[in-house]
């Protein structure tokens, strides 16, 4: 079966210090994978999203990135965090079915 | 075009009672209705979806009601729990689109089912 993994789950850090999530997908192949943001209380914002190996879509502007180095793994960075940067990031993986997977997500707080 | 506007923001009803959330869409391309339930603090995950070839997908007590005509469509939570208190998505996406499979979520309901 198919599980997703993301670490950490929960992250302090504060403004101007560098950001590496990282997510990982098992027991599937070439998954599509995304990375959301969502505010407390919030919708579901699409930060950036995957079809395969180094190709990499953003759907919002901003100071983060992501990168796809292997194809089962998926992750969002930043140079320099901002305040507004805080929230709950969660990835997921589809795979062509509509039908997407999310990861338990990880709580980043910066102060 | 590309929104689903969800409606209401959140909602409380009484143990027993229905529960009903409405979404509605513009993109008459979208083909696929997902309903994701989120638990505070967990990722969302798969409730139940429906296509538009059907009216009607009923899984236990959650029900999708789909109207192609009117681009909408409602989740019914029949006998609601406490255990059913959470946030619920509504979501959309273009199956043609080529290789993604990008879901387009409405903004949520906080529902809270009390005893």
């Known amino acids: 079966s198919q599980t997703i993994h993301q670490w950490p789950a929960t992250l302090v850090q504060p403004v101007g210090s560098p950001l590496s999530l990282e997510c990982t997908v098992e027991?599937?192949?070439?998954?599509?994978l995304y990375w959301y943001r969502q505010a407390a209380g919030r919708g579901l914002q699409l930060l950036f999203y995957?079809?395969?190996?180094?190709?990499i879509s953003s759907e919002v502007p901003q100071n983060l990135s992501a990168s796809r180095p292997q194809d089962r793994q998926f992750i969002l960075s930043s140079k320099k965090l901002l305040l507004s940067d805080s929230g709950f990031y969660l990835c997921?993986?589809?795979?062509?079915?509509?039908?997407?997977?999310f990861g338990p997500g990880t709580r980043l707080t910066v102060l | 075009q590309q929104q689903v506007k969800q409606s209401p923001q959140s909602l409380i009803v009484q143990k027993g009672g229905i529960s009903i959330i409405n979404c509605a869409y513009e993109?008459?391309?979208?083909?696929?209705f997902p309903w994701y339930q989120q638990f505070p603090g967990k990722g969302p995950a798969l409730l139940i979806a429906i296509r538009p070839d059907v009216s009607e997908k009923k899984e236990g007590r959650f029900t999708i009601s789909f109207n192609k005509s009117a681009k909408q469509f409602s989740l019914h939570i029949m006998d609601s729990q406490p255990g059913d208190s959470a946030t619920y998505f509504c979501a959309a996406s273009d199956g043609r689109s080529y290789n993604t499979d990008k879901l387009i979520f409405g903004t949520g309901t906080r529902l809270q089912v009390f005893p």
């Open positions: 995957s079809v395969g190996i180094g190709q």
């Open positions: 027991g599937t192949s070439n998954p599509n």
């Open positions: 993109n008459t391309a979208f083909d696929y």
């Open positions: 997921a993986w589809s795979v062509s079915a509509d039908t997407q997977y």
